[in-house]
């Protein structure tokens, strides 16, 4: 059933917004030029002073639109030479604080993916380019366009004089791409300050599933980022010399990985699926009218088959069931050519998608002891070692809560239909660590297209997503204050409350709490210094 925008005296103004946005297009275009040109790349240490000049620009531009802005540190990173920097700061905006109307809160981040042009890039990255009414460049889709869409929506509200319909906060970090180091720490300090009055929160950094189909987004899945580590002789051999005489630590390695799957997807860790929240009528009703075709899905990325046949079942276990990917072994030959080696030691990395109701801690303990029977089994002599480096929780939310409905007016108002209802697989582990530190509920507002390809090679952004992308943005504010003050109150419960039986999750304490910002930082000191020694290297 359609959800127009709401009668009321306001609705002129959203039109005569509307038309300003298309009107001013060049010069939105023309910001995003500016940011795309700042390699704001977090997971390069000597990038670091561009990630504080895309800070620094994020800031003047709220305070340009009559806003508030603090740069916030977030602390310092000791990197594995031994230098100590200090982390990128995050942007805290401020717009408005009139007791009478709602305040949201929205995130975004302006950190993105390392990229050159011999990576495969059409075109420079790091210079936006339009073709064919798309705007490539690193970062466009991930998250720069949705970030200046909300600053361009204030300005949009500024440019006919109307005054936003909230008092709006806005946080945008530098580090997302790498952990979200300190974030969740930051916020929970301000929780009583900046936080203090935020009913409703935003985030805009997920895409539409479907090229063309605008969607609303209710799930992610959280992410257990594993190593196992074999370690046998003190030193490299030479097969020739050494081989079939000692135990070799990458075979029990790939005995180890291969152990982990049972075949078509299944993952073979005893009790892995145990506590997987079950399957509801109400929810199958939700993949049901979800706009997906699984044979374009499969031509697109080019793959021979799909684990499954039909539209649900491929949707279900990208979404609501947990998914094992294979992802590297660090410490074997991986060059071209021929070299003889037995390596000493070897550290493989995989990660399992978890999803309601599943426990990082738990999810960490099944692996750990299937892993280590496995090996007992082998009776190798050879030394494993087996943990966690990242533990992030997944996240779930009311589909009936009052800000999804102002999420769908939103949508109609300004593409003309009603989104899908989607889940995400994929991972943004502030979104539970916001749900925890506020303890209200999070709407995840896509403006991004499914073809984006973001972390990839052209990466773009649509041109008339990122306009639209504003007026949704203006659109959803309007929505939301015009929620009654009942359903406001209401909506503050946390989201982790209804479909598939997820579990309710305490905003206090309770078993939200994220351990992702403390093994990030471990992981990105790694990275920092991997990548610097990487570049320094070629």
């Excluded at 995003?32 to 990630?51: C, G, K, P, T, Y």
């Excluded at 300005?155 to 936003?164: D, K, M, N, T, V």
């Excluded at 990082?360 to 299937?370: A, G, K, T």
């Excluded at 015009?482 to 997820?502: D, E, V």
């Amino acid at each position: 059933m359609a959800l127009p925008l709401r009668a009321s005296s306001s609705e002129s103004y959203m039109a005569k917004l509307f038309k300003h946005v298309d009107a001013t297009q060049e010069q939105y275009v023309q910001e995003l030029r500016e940011w795309v040109a700042v390699q704001s790349v977090s997971a390069f240490a000597e990038r670091r002073h561009d990630m504080i000049r895309m800070a620094e620009m994020a800031a003047e531009r709220v305070r340009s639109l009559g806003g508030v802005a603090e740069l916030a540190g977030v602390g310092n990173l000791t990197t594995p030479d031994g230098e100590v920097v200090q982390l990128p700061p995050v942007v805290l905006g401020t717009f408005g604080d009139d007791p009478a109307k709602p305040t949201v809160m929205a995130y975004g981040h302006l950190d993105v993916q390392p990229a050159r042009k011999d990576d495969g890039w059409d075109s420079d990255p790091y210079v936006l380019t339009e073709k064919d009414g798309k705007l490539y460049g690193r970062g466009v889709s991930d998250n720069k366009a949705p970030v200046l869409a909300w600053l361009n929506s204030i300005e949009a509200f500024r440019s006919i004089g109307q005054p936003l319909p909230v008092n709006l906060r806005l946080v945008f970090e530098s580090l997302e791409e790498v952990g979200s180091m300190g974030l969740a720490e930051l916020l929970a300090r301000r929780r009583h300050t900046f936080l203090r009055d935020v009913e409703h929160m935003c985030v805009s950094d997920s895409e539409w599933l479907s090229v063309g189909v605008p969607a609303l987004s209710y799930g992610l899945r959280g992410n257990c980022y594993f190593f196992a580590e074999v370690t046998g002789t003190n030193k490299d051999l030479h097969s020739g010399t050494y081989g079939g005489s000692v135990h070799e630590a990458l075979g029990d390695l790939v005995a180890l990985m291969s152990s982990l799957e049972s075949g078509a997807g299944n993952i073979a860790v005893p009790g892995l699926y145990d506590s997987v929240a079950p399957l509801t009528r109400e929810e199958e009703e939700i993949y049901e009218k979800i706009h997906f075709d699984p044979e374009e899905f499969r031509k697109e990325i080019e793959a021979p088959a799909l684990l499954y046949p039909t539209k649900d079942k491929i949707l279900m276990h990208r979404w609501r069931y947990p998914a094992l990917s294979l992802h590297g072994i660090e410490g074997a030959f991986a060059d071209p050519g021929v070299k003889t080696v037995i390596p000493r030691r070897v550290l493989g990395k995989f990660s399992i998608r978890i999803v309601p109701n599943m426990d990082p801690d738990v999810v960490e303990d099944q692996v750990r002891r299937h892993l280590e029977a496995v090996f007992a089994r082998r009776k190798s002599p050879n030394k494993l070692r087996v943990w966690a480096e990242v533990k992030a929780k997944p996240w779930v939310a009311n589909v009936t809560d009052p800000l999804y409905t102002a999420g769908r007016r939103a949508f109609q108002a300004v593409h003309g239909r009603e989104p899908d209802l989607i889940r995400e697989g994929a991972t943004i582990p502030i979104v539970a660590d916001l749900e925890r530190v506020v303890g209200k509920g999070i709407v995840l507002l896509p403006i991004g297209g499914a073809d984006d390809a973001p972390h990839s090679q052209n990466e773009k952004v649509d041109r008339v997503n990122y306009i639209n992308g504003i007026k949704l943005f203006a659109a959803f504010l309007h929505e939301v204050a015009q929620l009654p003050t009942a359903a406001t109150a209401a909506a503050g419960a946390p989201g982790f409350r209804s479909l598939g039986g997820a579990r309710s999750l305490e905003p206090n304490g309770g078993p939200a709490r994220s351990t992702t910002s403390a093994k990030a930082a471990v992981l990105c000191c790694a990275l920092l210094g991997l990548q610097v020694a990487r570049r320094a290297g070629e």
